[in-house]
């Protein structure tokens, strides 16, 4: 069987996606190296931010097989030095005559001047085959980089008739243990998570991924313009999964007597404008590059306006409350079917709906 430059990106791909979820701020990028005679000699991927490129270890691993051989890679190659070196003068000097790769880093740091500086030692470059699989497997960096705010995933458990609780001011479960043991799972696949200040008073939540592995601290975010997060809440008191960070104004920070008390609990203080769009730019600063925005009805609302939600995903359930209810956006329209690459999963009685609100970017 003759193997395709599409096989060879698929395994590449495939290589990527091993670094889901650890390499944060980073990309996840895979590669492999197919040797002049169409061997597969070296493969790898970026497995932490500050080691090594996955080009890095596919040209280790292929040594000098790579001569005159293609080099397949899920992003531009960087010309740049960041923590570790650039890669382009190693894909250069090992003899690499082809390259192909999925898509042009959108870091300005990058941006196309890898794929010029492969040509320019004579490599020949071909830009584009995976580049949806690859882009979608970096939303969260490809925002960071292209809007200057983190990948956003607005996530609600809502009734039948469209509602977050029974009523205001209420805490009401709504989610079967399939459907919690589904939201806590991707809790560790974003670096952070985000709440109102509502949320903190009504349900005083941990906010803390549960029975699921996470390599990396996860970041609690309580967007709260006035500071009225209790010092006694129990977020402040899981800073062992990561920190907190609370989004206020200047005014509010400038209360002395009202800030000391978090920022003694390990709160960290960051102010922004008040819209949610200036918070998430001040998180996005501090290297988070995916929210998980849970709630409550409120927050959420005033994200969709923003227009700042990526990607959404309900757990519908099979709960009525009626005009008593809590609304999830109310007046907005948001109907599944509009959800780019929809996704629909039965959770025991819950179901939930996730997809893109304006697709893949
Ligand atoms: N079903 C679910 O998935 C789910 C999830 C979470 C919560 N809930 C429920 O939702 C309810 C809480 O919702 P909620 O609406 O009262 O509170 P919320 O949405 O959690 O928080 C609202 C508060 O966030 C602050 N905020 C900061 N920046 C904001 C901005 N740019 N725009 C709007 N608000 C901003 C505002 O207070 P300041 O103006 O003082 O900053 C606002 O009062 C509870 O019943 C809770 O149980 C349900």
Not at 336 to 348: T, Y
Request: proline share 7%; charged share 20%.
């Amino acid at each position: 069987m003759t193997l395709t430059d599409a096989d060879y990106m698929a395994r590449a791909l495939f290589h990527a996606a091993r670094g889901r979820g650890r390499t944060s701020p980073n990309p996840v990028v895979g590669a492999v190296v197919v040797s002049a005679d169409g061997v597969v000699v070296g493969q790898g991927y970026h497995a932490r931010a500050g080691e090594p490129h996955a080009e890095v270890h596919a040209l280790a691993m292929a040594g000098t097989q790579a001569r005159g051989g293609t080099l397949y890679c899920t992003l531009e190659p960087c010309s740049h030095t960041g923590r570790t070196g650039p890669c382009v003068p190693r894909i250069a000097d090992a003899g690499i005559a082809r390259v192909v790769a999925a898509v042009q880093d959108p870091n300005p740091l990058v941006s196309g001047r890898g794929f010029d500086y492969l040509r320019s030692r004579g490599i020949t470059v071909d830009v584009g085959l995976g580049v949806g699989q690859a882009a979608q497997l970096n939303q969260p960096f490809f925002t960071t980089m292209r809007e200057r705010r983190p990948f956003v995933i607005l996530k609600a458990a809502i009734s039948l008739d469209g509602c977050m609780a029974a009523a205001p001011g209420t805490r009401t479960q709504l989610t079967s243990a399939p459907a919690n043991r589904h939201a806590h799972r991707v809790r560790a696949e974003v670096d952070a998570l985000a709440v109102g200040v509502g949320t903190i008073l009504i349900d005083d939540p941990h906010l803390t991924p549960r029975g699921v592995f996470r390599e990396q601290p996860f970041t609690r975010i309580i967007f709260d313009r006035r500071l009225r997060t209790p010092p006694t809440a129990q977020v402040l008191s899981t800073q062992a999964a990561g920190p907190v960070i609370i989004v206020t104004t200047a005014d509010a920070a400038a209360q002395t007597a009202v800030r000391d008390p978090l920022e003694r609990r390990g709160a960290q203080i960051v102010t922004a404008d008040g819209s949610i769009r200036a918070g998430l730019e001040a998180v996005s600063a501090r290297g988070i590059t995916s929210v998980l925005l849970e709630g409550g009805a409120s927050l959420l609302a005033a994200a969709w306006d923003e227009g700042v939600v990526d990607f959404v995903r309900l757990y519908v359930t099979p709960h009525v409350f009626g005009t008593a209810g809590v609304r999830f956006l109310p007046g907005r329209r948001l109907p599944p079917a509009m959800l780019a690459e929809r996704r629909v999963v039965q959770l025991g009685p819950d179901v939930v709906i996730e997809g893109y609100v304006h697709g893949p970017r």
